[in-house]
């Protein structure tokens, strides 16, 4: 309140009338705040009159409490008891209660003092201030707002002045840096210098400063990626801008920078810049040509060695397309182009080997495949191809085929029947030959291909079946050779005879995995075997035959002289005798010579004799089963031929005999042969049974046969005893004359329930074999 407008006005209610003119809004209290006016317009706003609000003076403060915002009372009672003690004046903003509802005013009051200087009264005015005082609430709102906003946006915010020098950072800047602006010093650097070299990267710090510096001077936009050093000393990737704010005038007043933390999406675009190097340079490594091209046709990618080899340095579809094709081995572009054309208007895959021509001019090989990538409504989006160089798999298959081709026809020229079986024994394979030979396939005969038995009961000689079928079961289980004579059944139903042998392969982990087998059709040999074996006896037959009657003739010749000089003698004698008178001295004589040529022929029996006497030079001590499983074995050939089956049991303790090796197996082979020819008639189950035994001092052998047989016990050891046609009868004799002259015997019994059991005995002592 002006001084002045006091002295103008005599009393307070006229000051605040004089007030009123001014401002609108006087009020008047006395000296204990009783309203003793208030201007119209207030009267209006409060809808009140002085004497209204002095009503609730009884109340005390109550007329305040009534007019002003809980919110503010306190405060504002505070002061105006305040005030009306001391009579200092009242200045005070709060909201008021009006007839519209609480608005701000700023009221002020001032005291009236006496000539003694009393308080005697106020007045004062009340101004409203509520859209000033709203407006100022609402730029405070908006600038913590504001204020808010800048430090809880998701990135970095920082000013800067029209020189670069920072003078701002948002929360999150400071909070990351771990210093606000004024923590940016160093001594004897600006401090865009200090914060360059405290917060970039040493390796960014240059192109920062550079960047930043550019858009100072220029105005320009600032952008650029960095790392930013964090409070704990890790630098982290940041992506910033900074554009200028201009005055009116266009001078720069300021620069806004923002920055954003993109350090795991640089670590991402790094992987995938990471991941796409390795991927280029893979395809470029790798010795296979790529490419790809839209459904429009547009050529989308082609690695460096396809265009290379297309000699192109960059190309269009079409371009590209025409440059491979040119490429392409005459005799097979036709058919390349052609389903290269039907796959892409179908929309199917195309896979081809066909030759291309290389820089050198020469031909390869080359696998070709290209495929469609539909989106998810099966609309193709793109094409990708791959060309692969097949050359050497296809040399290799191709000289594979040739090599295949050429053992095949060597399998197949072989003059053998070969077949192969799997581990189990299951027929495999089949040689051509023995196909034919058979008169059926593996795979035409659903039954036999199935098992190796069902093959073998097809195909062999019910008599060799059993021993057909337990040597496969010896050999498939262990990996033992397999090798048997048997008879087979040929196309034509005829049972001939086989070698087979087969052997089985092995892989690295020496495994099973193969039987091989050749079988020989050996019936034409054996026959011829046979026959030669007959001829070659009747032969020995022949000429022992013609030796026998030379010796006969010769001995009758040498024992005929001193017989026929007997004869002659004795008849002299008796002619002398009977003279008369008798002549006894001629007669004398004529006995002498009598006498002598019996004593030539004496001499020439002796002689005779010591010439077949057996000698004992070459008797040795020998082990005597050895010799007999050398006799067997030797006949083990003819008794398969004849389907005899050989049984043997050989006493294991038996001790050494002391024989002649070469009489002695003369003699088992001798009784073997035998005893095989007398079960020629039998029909089938043709059993020869040989047993070497010890029985104290004596060895005994039996070879024993289920043949007829022997009707003449008495006379089959005589010589010349024979009941067979071709029989010489002088086996047997020969046999018992070498067993005598080793201290042995011999003789035959009946076996049970038929045949014959030869049995012959050797002595265990060989002073006893010596002796004799
Ligand atoms: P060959 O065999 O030339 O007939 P051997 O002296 O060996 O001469 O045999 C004499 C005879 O004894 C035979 O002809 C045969 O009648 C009879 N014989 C020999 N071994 C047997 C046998 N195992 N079973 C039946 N008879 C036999």
Request: glycine letters at 6%.
């Amino acid at each position: 309140m002006a001084p002045g407008l006091a002295t103008a006005a005599n009393s307070p209610i006229g000051a605040a009338k004089t007030v009123e003119k001014l401002s609108g809004n006087g009020w008047a209290m006395d000296a204990s705040g009783r309203w003793t006016y208030l201007s119209h317009d207030l009267q209006l706003a409060l809808a009140k009159t002085p004497e209204d609000l002095n009503a609730w003076w009884s109340e005390g403060e109550g007329a305040w409490k009534q007019l002003v915002h809980p919110d503010d009372f306190e405060r504002v009672a505070g002061e105006w008891r305040h005030c009306l003690r001391s009579g200092y004046p009242f200045d005070s903003e709060f909201r008021i209660r009006r007839r519209t509802g609480f608005g701000w005013v700023r009221s002020s009051g001032r005291s009236i003092l006496d000539d003694s200087g009393d308080i005697v009264g106020w007045y004062g005015t009340s101004l409203d201030i509520d859209s000033d005082r709203k407006t100022v609430d609402a730029l405070h709102d908006r600038e913590l707002e504001l204020s808010l906003l800048v430090d809880s946006v998701p990135s970095h915010l920082w000013r800067l002045t029209p020189e670069g020098e920072p003078s701002f950072f948002n929360k999150r800047m400071i909070d990351y840096l771990g210093r606000d602006v004024s923590d940016i010093q160093i001594p004897g650097l600006s401090r865009l210098d200090a914060m360059i070299e405290m917060a970039i990267h040493p390796e960014d710090a240059e192109e920062f400063g550079g960047a930043l510096n550019q858009s100072l001077v220029t105005g320009e936009s600032f952008f650029m990626r960095y790392r930013l050093r964090r409070h704990d000393g890790v630098y982290r990737w940041m992506s910033s801008r900074a554009e200028s704010v201009r005055d009116h005038d266009g001078r720069i007043v300021q620069w806004y920078g923002l920055c954003h933390d993109v350090n795991d999406q640089v670590a991402t675009e790094e992987a995938l810049r990471r991941s796409e190097w390795h991927l280029q340079r893979l395809i470029d490594a790798l010795p296979v040509h790529i490419c790809s091209w839209t459904a429009a046709g547009e050529l989308s990618y082609v690695s460096k060695r396809f265009l290379e080899e297309a000699g192109l340095s960059k190309a269009s579809f079409s371009e590209f397309a025409k440059a491979a094709l040119d490429l392409i081995h005459p005799d097979d572009v036709a058919q390349v182009r052609g389903q290269a054309l039907q796959c892409i208007q179908k929309g199917d895959a195309f896979s081809m080997r066909y030759r291309r021509r290389r820089k050198d001019g020469t031909f390869r090989w080359t696998a070709d495949r290209f495929e469609p990538l539909r989106g998810t409504n099966g609309t193709i989006v793109e094409w990708y191809g791959l060309s692969v160089d097949v050359d050497e798999e296809m040399r290799i298959q191709q000289s594979l085929r040739e090599s295949e081709h050429s053992l095949h026809q060597l399998v197949e020229t072989l003059p053998a029947l070969i077949y192969c079986l799997a581990p189990d024994g299951r027929p495999i394979y089949r040689s051509q030959k023995l196909s034919e030979y058979l008169g059926f396939r593996i795979e035409e005969d659903a039954e036999t291909g199935k098992s190796l038995h069902a093959t073998l009961e097809a195909i062999i000689h019910p008599e060799d079946l059993p021993a057909v079928k337990r040597k496969y079961s010896q050999s498939l289980p262990t990996g033992k050779p397999y090798a048997m004579r048997h008879r087979m059944r040929r196309f034509d139903g005829e049972y001939r005879w086989m070698e087979t042998r087969a052997l089985a392969m092995y892989n690295a982990e020496g495994e099973i995995v193969q039987w091989n087998g050749v079988c020989l059709d050996i019936d034409d040999w054996l026959r011829a075997q046979e026959e030669l074996r007959l001829a070659q006896r009747n032969l020995a037959r022949a000429s022992q035959a013609a030796s026998l009657a030379e010796l006969t003739a010769s001995i009758a010749h040498e024992i005929g002289q001193p017989l026929a000089a007997m004869i002659s003698s004795s008849d002299a004698c008796q002619q002398w005798l009977n003279a008369e008178p008798p002549n006894m001295k001629r007669a004398q004589k004529a006995l002498d010579r009598v006498v002598r040529s019996a004593n030539t022929a004496t001499d020439v029996v002796n002689r005779i004799r010591a010439l077949f006497k057996h000698s004992d030079d070459s008797r040795r001590v020998n082990a005597f089963g050895n010799v007999v499983t050398e006799a067997r074995d030797l006949m083990a050939e003819e008794a398969l031929r004849r389907g005899v089956r050989i049984n043997s049991r050989i006493d294991s303790d038996l001790p050494p005999l002391f024989f002649d090796h070469i009489q002695i197996q003369q003699v088992l082979v001798n009784l073997i042969r035998n005893a095989m020819e007398a079960m020629d008639a039998a029909p089938d189950r043709r059993l020869l049974q040989l047993r070497v035994r010890r029985d104290e001092d004596w060895v005994h052998t039996e070879i024993t046969d289920n043949g007829p047989g022997v009707d003449n016990p008495d006379r089959i050891f005589e010589p010349f005893f024979t009941t067979k046609g071709q029989g010489m009868g002088m086996g047997l004799a020969i046999c018992r004359s070498i067993l005598e002259s080793h201290g042995g015997r011999i003789w035959v019994e009946k076996n049970d329930p038929n045949g014959a059991k030869f049995v012959f005995s050797l002595p265990v002592k060989a002073e006893a074999a010596r002796a004799s």
